[in-house]
C-alpha cells in the first residue's frame, strides 16, 4: 500500500501540514533538523506525491503538451525528444499530439489539454494562417510558445524558429555557384511559413546573382517522398530540362533521388541535389544526401526550457529565438 503524508507525519512526529510545506518546496519556518528528518522518512518509504492533489496546492501538474503536425515525418520525432529531455529535466512529463496537419485536431488537443490542467503548451501548427489554435489557447490563459513554425500575423509571440530563409538562400546560391541556371524548387505547402520562407530564400538567391526563375520548376506540395518522386518524373516525362534539385526537406529530396535512380541519370555527375533538415536517413543512403542541417533537438529542448520559464513566471531575456541553419555537403554535389 503506498505511503500517505499522514504516514510521514506520525513518523516524524509533526503535522500533515509541514510535511506538505516541505513537499512543496515552502518550507519556510520548519527548522533544517526537522525538514531533513521528513526528507529521510519520504526517502524511506519511498513516498511518491500526487500530482493532482499537489497541483491543488501549487496550480501546477508540472505537465505540458506539445502538438506537432506530422509523426511520420523523421524532422519531428527529434524535436520531440528535444522537447521532452529539456521538460524531464525540469521535473515535467510531456504529452505528445500528433495532429495529421488537420487544425481541426488541434483544436480537439487543446481542449483535451485544457481539461488535463496541463501547464503549458508547444505548438508547432499544420497551417500558419490560422488563428484558431493561438485564440483557443489566449481564451483559456494558457502559457504557449511556438515552435518551427509560427502562426502569421502573430509574428511577436514567444517561440523558437529557424533562419528557413537563410538556409535556402545558402543551397540555392551554392548550386548557382556551381553554374546551375535551371533549379527544380520542391516545396512543402506554402500555408506553412517554413516551407515559404525556404521559397523566398531561393527566390532571393537567384534574385542577388541576376539568375531568373523559370517557375515551371517550381512546385508547391507536401513534406513527403511522393511530392519530390512525382514532380521529377513530370518533369522529365515533360522534356522539361534541369541541371539541379533543391528540395524543400530531406524526405522530397528522397522522392526526387528515386525518381532519377529510375532514370538512370547519375547523381551528382548529371544532376545536383541539395535536401533540407538533416534527417538521420539523409546521411544513410546512397549516395548520402547533401542537405541544410537544422539543430532540430536543440530547438525541441530550448522550446521546453522557454515554455517551463514562462509556466514558472521566469524573467524570458529573448522571447524568439532564431537558430542558424548550416549547409552540409555529401555525395549529391560536386
Known amino acids: 500500500m503506498a505511503s500517505t503524508i ?3 507525519a506520525r513518523r516524524a512526529n509533526v503535522s500533515k501540514a509541514t510535511v506538505s510545506r516541505v513537499i512543496n518546496n515552502k518550507s519556510e519556518g520548519v527548522g533544517q533538523e526537522t525538514k531533513q528528518r521528513i526528507l529521510d522518512i519520504i526517502k524511506e518509504l519511498n513516498y511518491q506525491p500526487s500530482l493532482i492533489a499537489r497541483g491543488l496546492v501549487t496550480k501546477r501538474i508540472h505537465s505540458i503538451g506539445l502538438i506537432i503536425p506530422d509523426i511520420a515525418n523523421p524532422f519531428f520525432p527529434q524535436l520531440a525528444r528535444g522537447a521532452e529531455d529539456s521538460a524531464l529535466k ?4 510531456l504529452f505528445l499530439c500528433n495532429s495529421d496537419n488537420s487544425v481541426e485536431k488541434e483544436k480537439i488537443y487543446i481542449n483535451a489539454f485544457v481539461k488535463k490542467s496541463v501547464d503549458g503548451v508547444i505548438l508547432t501548427s499544420s497551417v500558419s494562417k490560422s488563428n484558431i489554435q493561438y485564440q483557443l489557447l489566449k481564451d483559456r490563459n494558457i502559457p504557449f510558445i511556438l515552435l518551427d513554425r509560427y502562426i502569421e500575423g502573430r509574428e511577436q509571440e514567444t517561440g523558437v524558429f529557424l533562419d528557413n530563409e537563410e538556409g535556402a538562400y545558402q543551397a540555392t546560391s551554392y548550386l548557382l555557384k556551381n553554374g546551375h541556371e535551371r533549379i527544380a524548387f520542391i516545396s512543402g505547402p506554402f500555408l506553412v511559413t517554413t516551407a515559404w520562407h525556404r521559397f523566398l530564400g531561393f527566390q532571393k538567391a537567384h534574385y542577388d546573382q541576376g539568375v531568373p526563375i523559370d517557375y515551371l520548376l517550381v512546385r508547391e506540395g507536401e513534406y513527403r517522398l511522393e511530392t519530390g518522386r512525382e514532380f521529377i518524373e513530370e518533369l522529365l516525362t ?9 528540395a524543400g526537406n530531406d524526405m522530397i529530396a ?6 532519377l535512380k529510375k532514370q538512370h ?3 551528382p555527375d548529371s544532376v545536383e541535389v541539395i535536401g533540407f533538415d538533416n534527417i538521420d536517413l539523409s546521411a ?5 544526401l547533401s542537405t541544410v542541417a537544422q539543430p532540430t533537438y536543440d530547438m525541441g529542448a530550448l522550446g521546453a526550457e522557454m515554455l517551463i520559464d514562462l509556466i514558472e513566471g521566469k524573467e524570458i531575456k529573448q522571447n524568439k529565438l532564431y537558430l542558424k541553419p548550416e549547409l552540409i ?6
Open 329 to 334: 555537403l555529401r555525395e549529391t554535389t560536386r
Open 238 to 246: 515533360k522534356d522539361i530540362p534541369f541541371t539541379a534539385v533543391f
Open 6 to 8: 499522514s504516514d510521514i
Open 254 to 259: 528522397i522522392g526526387a533521388l528515386k525518381a
Open 90 to 93: 525540469r521535473g515535467y512529463n
Open 284 to 288: 544513410l543512403i546512397e549516395p548520402a
Open 265 to 267: 541519370i547519375k547523381v
